[in-house]
Every structure is written in structure tokens, then in C-alpha cells.
């Protein structure tokens, strides 16, 4: 019987491309696309454990060896401080993190820091620190476009792919963060010891990044 891995994935909008990569190593597409309330799916014959999970939960299933391989957005992995090897740009779920707020910009306010509105702390805090620009960093986990509206922020951090949310609530992107996508995560001592089940399907996917 093969050595059992255990991939975890994250619900939601890329979860379909994700099975499409794995698909094409050689993975049952079921496994992370089957329509029932299942977390975890089981493909004992090939020694397989597919997991769904939160986005942000991912790294840590993976960090602490309850699966093998993952993937993550690079938001979720640049953000925290994981301990993980990420071998492999998937070159899904493509979209990028972005400095917005109203179109009359205000960068220095009077006798106070600039007011960010993200839920990338991190990031968001290294971006400004490294302009120089003193910064207070409002903790929002969704809806963040509102926070300028209603004043509680100056500015936000957040994702974008169209733009489209941002202008339907008046606002304009002022200057990128940094681009995203998918990439693949493995935990470290899982590579030691399951090599030969990863590493092929750590080259067969780096080969599709590469070809996207």
C-alpha cells in the first residue's frame, strides 16, 4: 500500500483550479470536488487524504505535519511567520494587493498617523514603514472597503482582481503591494521523509506554473 500524504486545500473560488493541477499528476479530481459536507476525503487504494479547510488554516494544518502538502494564497503565507517550504508558484488564483482609498488622497494627516484599514497587518505595516510614512493599523477582517467610507480609515490594504468592488463603493487604487497567487507549501520533515511520494508531484507542478 503507498505511504499515505495528506494535501490540504482551501474552500472557496480556487479550489476548482487547484483540482485541475493535482488532476493532471495523477489525482482523482473528486477528491477535492465531490458535492458533500465531507472535510476530509479518502482515497485509500492510492494512499491519499485530501483535506478542505479555511484558507488561513492551511499553513497551519501543514506546518504542524497534520497534512503533507498544501496551498496557500502568498497573502496568507507573506503575513505570518510560517516555517514551511513553498516550492512552487502555482500560478492560480492570480490577483493583487493594493493601497485604496477615496480619489482626493490624503497621505500625512494633521497631528496623527495615516489610518490603514486591512486585515494583512504585516504586510501592510512593512509597506509603510518602508516609505517611511507613520501609519495606524485598523484591524478589519471583511468589508474593508467601508472603513474609508464612514471614517475610520484614511486608507485600506487589501486584494483586488477587477477593481470592481473598489469603484462601485468610490474608491481608486493608489499604488500595488505586491502580486498573488496560489503556491504550494510542504512541511519540512514530511519532505524528508516522503520524499519519494513529493518530490514528483513538487516537479510535475512546477512544471504547470512554469507553462501559465
Do not use: W
Not at 96 to 116: F, I, N, S, T, Y
Not at 188 to 203: E, F
Amino acid at each position: 500500500m503507498p505511504e499515505r500524504l495528506v494535501i490540504a486545500v482551501p474552500k472557496g473560488r480556487v479550489l476548482k483550479a487547484i483540482a485541475e493541477s493535482f488532476a493532471s499528476c495523477g489525482f482523482d479530481p473528486d477528491l477535492f470536488l465531490a458535492v458533500d459536507r465531507r472535510l476530509v476525503r479518502e482515497d485509500p487504494a492510492n494512499g491519499v487524504a485530501v483535506m478542505l479547510l479555511k484558507p488561513d488554516d492551511v499553513p497551519t494544518y501543514v506546518e504542524y505535519g497534520a497534512a503533507d502538502l498544501g496551498v496557500v494564497g502568498r497573502d496568507v503565507l507573506v503575513e505570518r511567520n510560517y516555517d514551511l517550504f513553498a516550492p512552487v508558484d502555482l500560478g492560480i488564483g492570480r490577483c493583487r494587493m493594493v493601497v485604496a482609498g477615496p480619489e482626493v488622497r490624503v497621505d500625512k494627516p494633521h497631528g496623527r498617523p495615516l489610518r490603514v484599514a486591512t486585515k494583512f497587518a504585516r504586510i501592510a505595516s512593512e509597506h509603510f514603514r518602508a516609505q517611511g510614512q507613520a501609519v495606524e493599523i485598523i484591524d478589519v477582517q471583511s468589508s474593508v472597503e467601508i472603513a474609508p467610507l464612514v471614517g475610520l480609515a484614511d486608507v485600506i490594504v487589501d486584494l483586488v482582481e477587477s477593481g470592481e468592488t473598489l469603484r462601485q463603493n468610490g474608491l481608486v487604487e493608489y499604488e500595488d503591494v505586491m502580486d498573488i497567487s496560489s503556491v504550494l507549501i510542504a512541511n519540512r520533515v514530511g519532505l524528508k521523509l516522503k520524499q519519494s511520494a513529493i518530490r514528483p508531484i513538487i516537479s510535475a507542478l512546477a512544471a504547470q506554473g512554469q507553462a501559465r
